[in-house]
């Protein structure tokens, strides 16, 4: 291309070649083949969300690091359980994969789910590319207020419009989609839902903080999360009557006539000793939150939901051994939504 310019180069045949440089930059590839396995591409962070790694962790488990606009230009990483057959790197024949995001609790990350159920062994989800994205210790699925000046982090806006865009423009999630998770991401399961109508076909929530306002002692535990890892604890959503609008805004509870339209699945124990608990065990959390799920189940059914199911099973603790149980009970339910096993 270059084979005509002469060695000795004038100051406008400069310019016009570091302006082609540029442009040749910019035009560069960024699809799933333009990211080697491991290396994170070089150049400046691009507005929205860019894939800088991909990690390969394990059968039909891939690792994608992403770089976030909504999260101030930071990297982090999404664990994708990946469906028999998937090829984004396959231009003509590239699939559109129906999608279920798996969110995860506080003090928990990406790496969640596979870690400690058997998702990954689950063979009805074998046709369903599965998505578990970081949502940071203590993020709480939300956009931060940070005493009105909004910004970094900005969990909500990274999940549902920049990573969503992302994956189904190079990485083969479709648009058909359901949304489940646990604790914190049981709230952010039903928040997505409601704040974002027509994105998800159905919801699932496992012990779920489901109506944070209820009471004093509820808005208290919540605060006393905010405050994780020595964070001001009115970043997130502000006073809880000062900013009471921007708390009912992200309060399941408050939202429950969007959730009318979708499945819904709610499920907690009492916080007493389950079979699934060591001897002696209880959870005072668990049982704040299984108030908090009847008081939105009633909510549900007041304002005319026809498709939500509980399993209020009584006896049982916050913790992963029922919220694995909840999961395959519910997967009948997110995956007749999708369409999937029909």
Known sequence: MFANVPTVLTPLRARLLLVLAVLLAVLAPTAP??????????????????VVAVTRVADRQVDLSVRSTALGGRTVDVRLLTPDGWDP???RHRQQWPTL??????????????????????DSLRDVLVVMPE????GWYSDWWNHGQGGDPA???????????LLERDWGAGSNRVVAGLSMGGQGALLYAARHPGMFKATAAFSGSAHPLLNEESIDRIMGFFAG???DPLRVWG???????IWQAHDPFHLAKRLRSIPVYLSCGDGTTGPLDPPGATSALEADFNRQNHALAAELERVGARHVTTNFYGPGTHGW??????????LPMLLGALGVGD
């Open 229 to 231: 890892q020595d964070n």
């Open 155 to 165: 969990w909500e806006t990274f999940h549902t419009k920049e990573l969503r865009h």
């Open 33 to 50: 083949e333009a990211v080697a396995a491991g290396k994170p591409e070089t150049g400046a962070a691009r507005p929205g969300a860019e």
């Open 89 to 91: 790197n396959d231009r």
């Open 239 to 245: 006073d809880p009557v000062a900013q009471r609008r």
């Open 321 to 330: 051994a029922y919220w694995e149980r909840e999961l395959h009970a519910s």
């Open 135 to 138: 949502a940071g210790w203590n």
């Open 101 to 122: 995001w798996l969110l995860h609790g506080c003090c928990g990350d990406y790496t969640s789910w596979t870690s400690m159920t058997d998702v990954a062994e689950t």
